[in-house]
Each structure stands twice: as C-alpha cells, then as structure tokens.
C-alpha cells in the first residue's frame, strides 16, 4: 500500500488544524501557508474530509474549517479511508476455484495479515495522539503540575 499525496497531506493538514482550531474556525490559507501546501489542492483535500463528515466549515470573513469531532475520537485510519478509500495492501479478487491455489495461500497468509496490521495500526492512531506527540517534538508541550 502506498498513501497517495491527497492522503499525505490530508493528515498534515488535519494535524495542523487540531492544533490550531482551539481558538475557532481556521482559514484554508492559513493551513496551506503554514504547511506549504497549495490551497486549491487542500479546497479538494477539505472538500473530500467535510463530506465524510471529519470536518466542518464556515463560510465568510470569520469562517474557516474546524474538526467535526473531538481530536481523541478521530483516528488516522478514519482520514486515511476517507481520502484513499480501502487501506488494503493488495487488492486481488479470488475466484472459487482459487481455493487451493498459490494465490490464495499467499493472499490469506501474506497480504491478508499485512492488511490487518495497518488497519490495527491506524485505528489505534488519533489526532490527539499526534497533537499531543508534535508539542512534546517542537518543545510546546505544557505539562500541568496539580499540587
């Protein structure tokens, strides 16, 4: 499997906005700027992520894009689905005469479990996660102390 750049990019641009949509609505530009993406091709990234209901917009002066859920409830495998479709490794339809073939020996023993091991991996992954990883990365993490 290999992630498309809609879906590179997608992720960028979702981590940035919950990173910065604590204060409300984010600009489209702002987004782009700040992660050197160009704004049309984000307008169609952002169009693809409102329909599938991941984020929300706002439009005028004070619009903009925020998350439609809460950070810990999005998971990368949720925006990665949205943007490429099925995260199968390969995609091989088997016939039932297949049944004992090479193929489908390679296909339930090899591709099949890869498969399963990204799903695992991505649905365990959300936005909070990375929001909460890039702050401790980029040294703006605040840690609260309670006495």
């Not at 997608?10 to 050197?36: E, F, K, W």
């Not at 995260?87 to 091989?92: A, G, I, Q, T």
Request: hydrophobic residues 35%; aromatic residues 6%.
């Amino acid at each position: 499997m290999k992630v498309s750049t809609k879906g590179r990019y997608g992720l960028r641009a979702m981590v940035d906005l919950a990173i910065h949509s604590t204060n409300g609505h984010v600009p489209l530009y702002c987004i782009a700027d700040r992660q050197n993406i160009s704004v049309n091709y984000l307008e169609q990234v952002f169009s693809t992520l409102r329909k599938t209901g991941l984020v929300k917009s706002v439009k005028g002066a004070q619009g903009g894009y925020t998350l439609a859920a809460n950070p810990a409830d999005i998971t990368v495998g949720r925006i990665l689905r949205a943007l490429e479709g099925n995260l199968s490794v390969v995609e091989d339809s088997m016939d039932s005469e297949d049944d004992r073939s090479v193929r489908q020996c390679i296909q339930i023993n090899v591709w099949n479990k890869m498969t399963d091991c990204i799903n695992q991996l991505v649905d365990t992954i959300t936005l909070e996660d990375l929001v909460h990883e890039y702050q401790r990365m980029s040294g703006t993490l605040v840690s609260m102390y309670y006495i």
